[in-house]
Structures are given as C-alpha cells and as structure tokens.
T-cell receptor, first 114, second 115 residues
Framework: EAGVAQSPRYKIIEKRQSVAFWCNPI?????LYWYQQILGQGPKLLIQ????????DSQLPKDRFSAERLKGVDSTLKIQPAKLEDSAVYLC????????????FGPGTRLTVL | AQKVTQAQTEISVVEKEDVTLDCVYE???????LFWYKQPPSGELVFLIR??????QNEISGRYSWNFQKSTSSFNFTITASQVVDSAVYFC????????????FGGGTRLMVKP
C-alpha cells in the first residue's frame, strides 16, 4: 500500500515570496491533516479536512496561509507571502476517518525562508 | 485545553542499555487517546502505539513497552536493549474528542544510541 506522498521535499524561498505544497493521501482515507513542525518542536496542526470540507482550521494563520482539498483527495497548502518564521517542515497526514484511527504521515516538505 | 510534556529533550545511551522516555499529559476529558510516534532522520513520523483512556494495561511489543498510569497522567515508553537503529526523535501525543479530535504533540525526545 502506497503511503502519503508529498512534494516538493525541499524548498528555499525569499521572504515575501509565495510557495505551495502538495499532498496525496493514502487511497481511501477521508481525513487529511496539515501540520507545521518548527525545528526542535512537535508538529502543530494547521488544518484538518474531512473529504473536501474543513473540520478544523483554528490554528491556520489565515492572513497568509490557505489550503484546499478539491475533490476530496489531493490537497494543496499555500503560503503567501512567506515570512522568516514560516521556516519549518510541513507534514501531511491522513487517516481513514476523523475518529481515533492512527494518522499516517508523509515525509514532509522542508521550507527555508531567507 | 490539552497539553503534552516530554521533559527529556535529549537522551544518549550506549547500545544494549535500557532507556525510558517520559510523557506527561493534561486534559479535562475522560475519554482520550495517547500515542507514541518515532521520527527517524528521514523525517517521516512512524506510528508506534495508541492507547485509550480506559485501558491501563501495560503493553509490550518486542523490545518496546509502554506504561500508562492515569493516576499520574503519564504514558512512558521503554526500549529494552537499545540498538543504534533506535536513534530518532520520539513524540508522545494526545487526542480527545472534546478537543475536536485534534492531535496534540509533546516537544519530542531525541534519543541517541551509540555503538
């Protein structure tokens, strides 16, 4: 069974530029999550989708971050414009549903903002 | 509000030593789940275990064992006879239905196993 796929794996941009990350969850998983992991910290949930609807985006900085999951499968997370403090690893995860099933994580995208 | 604390930021042991990673959690909910994840240098979080708040039985899986104690709000993880391949960052996490099923992670413990 294929795992969660993410691209790109690495991205370096300058502050005020825009960037987008892509995630393809495990086939059949209804719930998709985006996490931000700053160096030396645990992951922090940014947004959770159930199919193509948003369940929780309370910790998403909506002035610069946006995410969508059109058709309830792949998802894109965008930052526009980026700030230095956005440097982090962005992890995508998926689970069968939003109950207590374990979440499966992708390899992450390491973003460096200069 | 819920919170997970992993007081040990970094632990270094020599191969074959036993090591225990501590995890203390806070939640007002009576129904919740606790998790441990492993993050090797490749960066991918690997699921290790999930326990619900009603099951305090300790669990053993090979060299791994987990000690869940509700009385002290702790869910500690022990690796017996550690190996170099165990070197990674380990995260404890908490999820409760009253927190919107959000997974709250601790800060992680970096384990270094030296040959």
């Amino acid at each position: 069974e294929a795992g969660v796929a993410q691209s790109p794996r690495y991205k370096i941009i300058e502050k005020r530029q825009s960037v987008a990350f892509w995630c393809n969850p495990i086939s059949g998983h209804a719930t998709l999550y985006w996490y931000q992991q700053i160096l030396g910290q645990g992951p922090k949930l940014l947004i959770q989708f159930q199919n193509n609807g948003v369940v929780d985006d309370s910790q998403l900085p909506k002035d610069r971050f946006s995410a969508e999951r059109l058709k309830g499968v792949d998802s894109t997370l965008k930052i526009q414009p980026a700030k230095l403090e956005d440097s982090a690893v962005y992890l995508c995860a998926s689970s069968l549903d939003s109950s207590y099933n374990e979440q499966f994580f992708g390899p992450g995208t390491r973003l460096t903002v200069l | 509000a819920q919170k997970v604390t992993q007081a040990q930021t970094e632990i270094s042991v020599v191969e074959k030593e036993d090591v225990t990673l501590d995890c203390v959690y806070e939640t007002r909910d009576t129904t919740y789940y606790l998790f441990w994840y492993k993050q090797p240098p490749s960066g991918e979080l690997v699921f290790l275990i999930r326990r619900n708040s009603f099951d305090e039985q300790n669990e053993i899986s090979g060299r791994y064992s987990w000690n869940f104690q509700k009385s002290t709000s702790s869910f500690n993880f022990t690796i017996t006879a550690s190996q170099v391949v165990d070197s990674a960052v380990y995260f404890c996490a908490l999820r409760s239905n009253n927190a919107g099923n959000m997974l709250t992670f601790g800060g992680g413990t970096r384990l270094m196993v030296k040959p």
